[in-house]
């Protein structure tokens, strides 16, 4: 097998609904011509204000790395001060979400083993085409939540308060108090 190169903008790209809004850019999928097979990777950027609900994989590892801005994380039940250059990795059954609470973009390479991540993120998003509008905010797809199970997410009990669930952040000053208990 030869060595899998991705040009930057050259990979998959997905606009994403809210309440995450911002995009992916999917590197490598076992589905991609020529990509190895057990694992798949990707950047995922967030807008100000943008996040990932609290979720968990059940037979995923899942690995990040900060690449630019800062976030509040919460990552079994513990909210966290994450910044640019914070590496982690998420075991199965591990509750994590994020929420850019920073003033610019938040971005973050990932990797999911074994895969099924990107197949969520084709099925909710839109594709991002250069040159082409932004379309976000738009809300997720009704059938999300079957999307989720149908891929790689578990379903929560409980499920994930407020903000940490899938309702858009639309007042910042609800940040506030998770910013005070941040570690």
């Not at 899942?62 to 590496?87: H, K, M, P, S, Y």
């Not at 990107?118 to 099925?123: I, K, L, P, R, Y």
């Amino acid at each position: 097998m030869a060595v899998l190169v991705v040009p930057p903008g050259g990979g998959q790209q997905h606009w994403q609904p809210q309440p995450a809004n911002g995009w992916v850019d999917l590197l490598t999928s076992p589905r991609f011509p020529g990509a190895p097979a057990g694992f798949s990777a990707g950047v995922q950027e967030l807008p100000p204000l943008g996040k990932i609900r609290e979720h968990a994989h059940p037979a995923q590892t899942e690995i990040f790395w900060i690449v630019e801005g800062q976030a509040l994380a919460r990552l079994d039940g513990v909210v966290r001060r994450i910044t640019a250059g914070t590496f982690m990795v998420a075991p199965p059954h591990a509750r994590h979400g994020f929420i850019n609470d920073g003033g610019g973009p938040y971005r973050m390479l990932w990797m999911l083993i074994p895969a099924g991540l990107e197949d969520f993120f084709v099925a909710i998003g839109r594709p991002r085409v250069a040159g082409e509008a932004d379309p976000t905010p738009y809300p997720r797809p009704a059938e999300t939540g079957a999307i989720e199970l149908s891929t790689v997410f578990e379903t929560l009990d409980p499920p994930p308060p407020p903000p940490w669930d899938t309702a858009p952040i639309t007042d910042p000053a609800v940040l506030d108090a998770l910013r005070r208990e941040a570690v």
